[in-house]
């Protein structure tokens, strides 16, 4: 069964202040690893997919990293209206049943003070 | 079409009661995913269509829960004896052929 952690469960960064968040992940047969933001009450906005080690994609002040047990969310001089629960997600592929579904961490949530 | 559109956005209803959520993916999304979250939690997979076809249930859909995709375009989830378990956030998702999964904004269910 596919499995992701996200830590930390909460950070909280002042203004300017660059940090990472994490994603371990065990899965059969990686198909991508999806990176999301969530804000309160809205549904999950997506950000990245990765593929396979060593990709990295960037996008405004977000940078996501892949390895073959994690990925990181790398945030550079993070502003306050980046404020929100980041999420992570697997697409497995064993045995090519998983239909694209996606198993989810329980996000980081991340606040930024001004 | 500008996104995943769900309704209602916001459903409180009795213990016992039937609730039905509706969805509409994005146009010409084949594919439709129902997702349940609740606070503090990642989104959990429910059930996956392409075009009309069911293709994959979760074991967290008990009885009580249908999904339908009649046309394969909008689609239906419905909660029949709602418990106050069924609580949760109800996230619809399309994906286009290039694998960008959209997700709508939810459906916030408060079973009392």
């Known amino acids: 069964e596919d499995q992701v952690t996200q830590s930390p469960e909460a950070l909280r960064l002042q203004e300017g202040e660059s940090s990472s968040l994490n994603c371990s992940y065990t899965?059969?047969?990686?198909?991508?690893l999806f990176w999301y933001r969530q804000d309160p009450g809205k549904g999950p906005e997506f950000l990245f997919t990765?593929?396979?080690a060593g990709e990295e994609k960037e996008k405004e002040r977000l940078k996501a990293t892949l390895t073959k047990k994690e990925s990181f969310l790398h945030i550079t001089a993070p502003k306050p209206e980046d404020s929100a629960t980041y999420l992570c997600?697997?697409?497995?592929?064993?045995?090519?049943?998983?239909?694209?579904?996606?198993?989810f961490g329980q996000g980081t949530i991340l606040t930024v003070h001004p | 079409d500008t996104g995943v559109s769900q309704d209602p956005r916001h459903k409180i209803t009795k213990r016992g009661q039937n609730v039905t959520f509706r969805c509409d993916p994005i146009?010409?999304?084949?594919?439709l995913y129902w997702y349940r979250q609740t606070l503090g939690q990642g989104p959990e997979f429910l059930t996956y269509?392409?075009?009309?076809?069911?293709?994959?249930k979760s074991r967290l859909l008990s009885d009580r829960f249908s999904a339908e995709r009649p046309k394969g375009s909008f689609s239906t989830l419905e909660i029949q004896r709602t418990e106050q378990g069924d609580s949760a956030m109800y996230l619809c998702?399309?994906?286009?052929?290039?694998?960008?999964?959209?997700f709508g904004s939810g459906t916030r269910l408060t079973v009392v």
């Open positions: 997600a697997v697409q497995g592929g064993a045995g090519g049943t998983s239909y694209g579904k996606l198993t």
């Open positions: 899965v059969s047969g990686l198909r991508g």
């Open positions: 990765l593929y396979s």
């Open positions: 146009s010409e999304h084949n594919r």
């Open positions: 269509f392409q075009n009309e076809a069911q293709l994959e």
């Open positions: 998702a399309s994906i286009g052929g290039e694998g960008d999964r959209i």
